[in-house]
């Protein structure tokens, strides 16, 4: 989960009352918040059953793979657009849009019949929620005055840590009592009554709002940079289990044609008429561009440890789901206390430092992870984990909460909102294209050694591959870091605007926690805001 991005301040509309006598505005924070639970949770819960779904539905590698790398994909691809529509259409109405969608697709989800709908079902939960968590603090951010931001957005954050400290274990226990026999798909579920309930509230007490100008959609935009990422992440996913055919590297060279398309054509409408899907001008800000390099390396790190760390201790080890869900508590907890003082101790002191920090300590807890694996085999325990995951913990404490500050820093306000979206979808393709390449990294690994007893061993072995992966990544990202302001800067100019400021910041520390228990799909989860 990255930092609370900058908000636009152009919500305009009617908007509720900040008398405090007025109690509408705190059912309608109360409902956005319980969506963006919910939209956490059923990410964080669904890695931590990916075995009880392959076993009970007989799906492959590859389509594992998709039940997580098709959401974040469909959820990257629509952050900026669902944006977009909430500022031309209204907010509150793509809200009620998004939860709306978004409830039918758990339906789905948990109703599939097989691997292939269970794929499409979670492709179309990445969509809707793509509707409807750019609109979480675009509501708020209309609803509350800004002198009450900073309350308001320091309960989203804690609403988020909690959300991720609770989502692996929520599933681990829906997936163990197997309830009326449904085994995993309680954990889609259990989203129907929570969707049904937001979306007939939010009818009555989310009041509307949109931009103040209109602004146009760039649909096409939105189809190359969905085009391009299919056609790289595509053969990554399915390419050893088909033998990596000639196709497949022609699909993943015709990406880069793909995106250097949307470059110029986003270039065209720019000139154009002044509405593109991507501010290619923010490329010219040294410290935006590392940002966004970081964001991606980051994304494709994180999707790559989270999905094998789950098939290592559940396929591998052979745990049990609920054990599993309980050996990564220390690690949020370390996310979340690290992400804290990050932001509010060690980043106005030191700045840059804190984040290169924060990737050194990964680094090293990925190698003690690797050391330990190596040493105690299967054998391996949970408190023997807890040293690694503390040490990565707490190194991911210190760079996802401050992040997005740093990057924007420099960031003309202007085109904050367009840059803050940007950031949240490069990571969620990071998120997809590391998920994508679990399948060279994990499992081109274990090669043909799936059968008893090589598979344990043979997992482990991909395992600590994988951590090296990982480590790697980590180490380009400590050198990227180097471009980055060496502390952030604030660019407001008048009151309201350095209390949206700090409201941001203050948020960062508890929204920051949301990595910890996303383990796997969507570990940013962010709103994307449009300017």
Not at 146 to 154: I, L, Q, T, Y
Not at 194 to 223: C, M, N, W
Not at 407 to 412: A, I, N, Q, R, T
Not at 486 to 513: F, I, K, L, M, N
Request: contains cysteine.
């Amino acid at each position: 989960m990255t930092s609370s991005a900058p908000l636009s301040s152009t919500a305009s509309g009617p908007t509720v009352s900040s008398d405090p006598s007025d109690r509408r505005r705190w059912f309608a924070l109360a409902i956005v918040m319980t969506a963006a639970f919910m939209d956490l949770v059923d990410v964080t819960i669904v890695n931590i059953a990916i075995p009880s779904i392959q076993e009970d539905t007989g799906a492959s590698f590859s389509s594992i793979q998709w039940i997580t790398a098709g959401y974040a994909l469909a959820f990257a691809a629509g952050l900026i657009t669902g944006g977009r529509l909430g500022d031309i259409y209204g907010r509150k109405r793509l809200f009620l849009i998004g939860i709306g969608g978004f409830t039918l697709a758990s339906a789905l989800c948990g109703f599939a019949v097989n691997p292939e709908m269970l794929v499409a079902s979670r492709i179309l939960q990445g969509g809707t929620a793509a509707l409807m968590v750019p609109q979480v603090l675009s509501i708020v951010h209309a609803t509350f005055p800004a002198h009450e931001r900073g309350k308001v957005f320091g309960l989203f954050g804690a609403i988020v840590g909690l959300g991720a400290v609770s989502g692996p274990l929520l599933g681990a226990l829906l997936t163990e009592w197997n309830i009326a026999g449904l085994e995993w798909r309680p954990i889609f579920l259990i989203n129907l009554p929570v969707g049904i309930a937001g979306l007939l509230l939010g009818r009555k007490f989310i009041t509307e709002s949109k931009a103040p100008k209109a602004l146009r959609l760039d649909l096409i935009g939105v189809v190359l940079v969905t085009l391009g990422m299919l056609m790289l992440i595509y053969p990554l996913t399915r390419g050893r289990e088909l033998g990596w055919p000639v196709w497949g590297y022609v699909s993943m060279g015709g990406s880069l044609l793909v995106f250097l398309a949307l470059v110029v054509f986003e270039r065209s409408k720019a000139r154009k008429d002044g509405s593109p899907l991507v501010e290619l001008s923010l490329f010219r800000v040294k410290s935006f561009a590392a940002g966004i390099a970081v964001q991606l390396t980051f994304g494709i790190g994180l999707g790559i440890f989270f999905l094998v760390w789950t098939l290592y201790m559940q396929m591998g080890l052979g745990w049990s789901a609920l054990r599993a869900g309980t050996t990564g508590v220390p690690f949020s907890i370390a996310v979340s206390f690290a992400a804290g003082i990050s932001v509010q101790k060690l980043v106005p002191r030191f700045g840059r430092k804190v984040l290169q920090a924060g990737a050194a300590l990964m680094v090293a807890g990925l190698l003690i992870y690797i050391w330990e694996s190596d040493r105690y085999g299967m054998g391996i325990t949970s408190w023997q984990m807890i040293l690694p995951l503390v040490v990565m913990g707490t190194g991911m404490g210190l760079i996802v909460a401050p992040l997005t500050d740093m990057v924007l820093s420099e960031v003309p306000k202007e085109h904050s909102g367009s840059a803050s979206g940007l950031i949240n979808t490069v990571q969620q393709m990071g998120n997809a294209l590391g998920l994508g390449l679990v399948a060279v990294v994990f499992f081109g690994s274990i090669d043909d050694r799936l059968a008893p007893p090589q598979v344990g061993p043979a997992f482990a072995e991909a395992f600590q591959h994988s951590l090296w992966w990982v480590a790697g990544v980590l180490a380009v990202i400590f050198l990227v870091m180097f471009a980055l302001p060496a502390r952030p800067q604030r660019q407001a100019e008048d009151g309201e605007e350095s209390d949206d400021a700090g409201a941001d910041a203050g948020a960062a520390a508890g929204v920051g926690v949301g990595a910890a228990g996303a383990s796997g799909s969507d570990v940013a989860k962010e709103p994307a805001l449009t300017s």
